[in-house]
């Protein structure tokens, strides 16, 4: 149980598109959810919260204009990178929560971003 | 800024070895210690979360301690097998931000049959 999927997996995008990645839970229903970033040889880094029905909360330094994040859904939540550089060029991965003291987070594969 | 810190950052140990890596993390506001086992092209899977200082947890050849005092935990793998290779990361969860885990680095194992 608690799988998450991602989509897509790698994407190149041109400079100054947009971009679109999606998470979705697909046998829980997640309250929250995360999207972290991974530059080379560097940690996941936290960008942003968000809850169903509600505004993401975003880490300090992630533009919130940049990174725009929908969560309509208790299964879904959608990334959009916009007008992408390629200093934006990363990996992606999103994770969900289910409501518990421990705060247990389930992952997605992950997405390649490569902005040329 | 809360850093954590996994060492070492890569090891290589032959079929049978058993190994181990440290989780450094800060002492102070502490909750909770996730240690998450991640492939290459999979998600990362979560391994053990861990809560009170002096516990131990177990799951097959894997194990883990944790010192909450000293701000440190210890991953063991015992016996390794080529399907051990991963990256295995750490990630800590503050008192006073409850619900975001702060990720260390990861240590990638490289079992060799």
Redesign the interface.
């Known amino acids: 149980g608690a799988v998450?999927s991602q989509h897509p997996?790698w994407v190149i995008c041109k400079s100054g598109t947009s971009v679109k990645i999606e998470c979705r839970s697909l046998d829980f229903q997640a309250t929250?959810m995360?999207w972290y970033r991974q530059f080379p040889?560097?940690?996941?880094?936290?960008m942003a919260?968000s809850n169903e029905g509600s505004k993401a909360t975003y880490e300090q330094g992630v533009e919130k204009d940049k990174f725009l994040i929908n969560h309509a859904s208790l299964t879904l939540s959608t990334l959009t990178v916009t007008s992408a550089h390629p200093e934006d060029s990363s990996f992606y991965?999103c994770s969900a929560?289910l409501r518990t003291t421990?705060?247990?987070?389930?992952?997605?594969?992950?997405t390649r971003l490569t902005v040329t | 800024i809360l850093n954590?810190e996994q060492s070492p950052q890569s090891l290589h140990v032959q079929e049978g070895d058993s190994t181990n890596f440290t989780c450094s993390f800060p002492s102070s506001n502490f909750y909770?210690l996730?240690w998450?086992r991640w492939e290459t092209?999979?998600?990362?899977e979560?391994l053990f979360?861990m809560?009170l200082n002096g516990d131990e947890k177990k799951k097959g050849r894997i194990s883990a301690t944790l010192n909450t005092k000293e701000g440190y935990s210890y991953l063991y793998i015992k016996g390794s097998q080529p399907e051990d290779s991963a990256t295995y990361?750490c990630?800590f969860?503050a008192s006073s931000n409850?619900?975001?885990?702060?990720?260390?680095?990861?240590t990638t194992l490289q079992v060799k049959p």
């Open positions: 998450v997996s929250t995360f040889k560097q940690s996941l880094m936290l919260t991965i929560s421990l705060y247990e987070q389930y992952f997605g594969p992950g | 954590v909770a996730h998450y092209a999979k998600s990362p979560a979360v809560t990361l990630a969860i409850t619900g975001k885990l702060i990720f260390g680095q990861g």
